[in-house]
């Protein structure tokens, strides 16, 4: 796993950077809308274009801020059913996920995208809507995000495979939510808090 995981650090550190950049994106889709509102109000004006622009800005960030979401480990997930299993089997459930659901849900969407941006892409499709903006560079976004996501899911994969076997550490933030659900299972039974192996 060793040569893997610089290929690993390549995708995360991508991610990672694309996910700050649309972060951006939030702040300027909430400047744009507050300015269509303002306008709207005062002038009694209104433009197709920059509504729409506002959704392509909140679909960016949705998109594209996924595999950064899944590299900082902040997405949903049922730790407060896994985090009563043992580490090692925490880990395999891990593994199996990505493989048997991750994967094949990521991918299934990577093939359907394609062609749908594809097109897209080939007649030049233009917003229904009067000065509306061209589309296929929204539908680009969702084939770029699916295989960014992608990419993640195969990162995350090689670095829970070194963790198993002893070639990675755990990340902090990782045992930091561990460590958020073992107070969240404490409150609710602190019998079964004692027997989880994260310290808090």
Not at 115 to 131: D, I, L
Request: aromatic share 12%; hydrophobic share 55%.
């Amino acid at each position: 796993m060793g040569g893997l995981l610089p290929f690993s650090r390549a995708i995360d550190a991508v991610n990672e950077r694309i996910g700050k950049l649309c972060a951006w994106l939030v702040l300027a889709a909430v400047l744009i809308s507050a300015g269509n509102a303002t306008i709207r109000k005062v002038f009694n004006m209104s433009s197709n274009a920059w509504l729409e622009l506002q959704w392509y800005l909140f679909g960016v960030v949705f998109m594209l801020g996924a595999a950064w979401t899944m590299k900082a480990n902040e997405h949903v997930r049922v730790d407060v059913v896994s985090s009563r299993l043992a580490k090692t089997t925490r880990d395999r459930i891990e593994v199996i996920g990505l493989i048997a659901f991750f994967f094949p849900f990521v991918l299934l969407h990577i093939y359907y995208s394609w062609p749908f941006f594809v097109t897209s892409f080939r007649t030049q499709e233009w917003s229904t809507n009067a000065g509306g903006l061209i589309i296929w560079p929204a539908k680009f976004m969702v084939l770029f995000g699916f295989v960014l996501l992608a990419l993640q899911g195969v990162s995350e994969l090689i670095k829970r495979i070194a963790i198993m076997r002893g070639e990675l550490e755990e990340k902090d933030e990782m045992k930091g939510h561990a460590a958020e659900v073992a107070h969240v299972v404490e409150a609710i039974d602190p019998d079964a808090a004692k027997k989880l192996d994260v310290k808090h």
